[in-house]
Nanobody
Framework: VQLQASGGGLVQPGGSLRLSCAAS????????IGWFRQAPGKEREFVVA????????VYADSVKGRFTISKDRIKRTVNLQMNSLKPEDTAVYYC??????????????????WGQGTLVTVSS
């Protein structure tokens, strides 16, 4: 499956953005979809993950209560609604797929298929 992330842009602190991850040449069936981010000079960081079939999403503490992962089964996209954005949320955001158990979802190495990333800049 090929992944395409979109929706990034420039937003002021406190604002919102909605990212989407679309699948082509395949579907999300039987996959875990994760969102990660990487700020300049920093390691790739886990944001959130959930199974396409549903269940309990796992969020990083830094985004809990502000970010929400959702699935649009008609458009076949996985979306990341980001509210109350902070300058420290500035990063390139990636979606990725895994077939691993919940215990591995926070680890980038558990994901073997990555989209190209979309840049989110939070600045006044």
């Amino acid at each position: 499956v090929q992944l395409q992330a979109s929706g990034g842009g420039l937003v002021q602190p406190g604002g919102s953005l909605r990212l989407s991850c679309a699948a082509s040449e395949g579907t999300f069936n039987n996959y875990v979809i994760g969102w990660f981010r990487q700020a300049p000079g920093k390691e790739r960081e886990f944001v959130v993950a959930d199974r396409w079939t549903g269940g309990s999403a796992v969020y990083a503490d830094s985004v809990k209560g502000r970010f929400t992962i959702s699935k649009d089964r008609i458009k076949r996209t996985v979306n990341l609604q980001m509210n109350s954005l902070k300058p420290e949320d500035t990063a390139v955001y990636y979606c990725a797929t895994s077939r691993g158990p919940t215990s591995t979802w926070r680890q980038p190495r558990s994901y073997n298929n990555w989209g190209q990333g979309t840049l989110v800049t939070v600045s006044s």
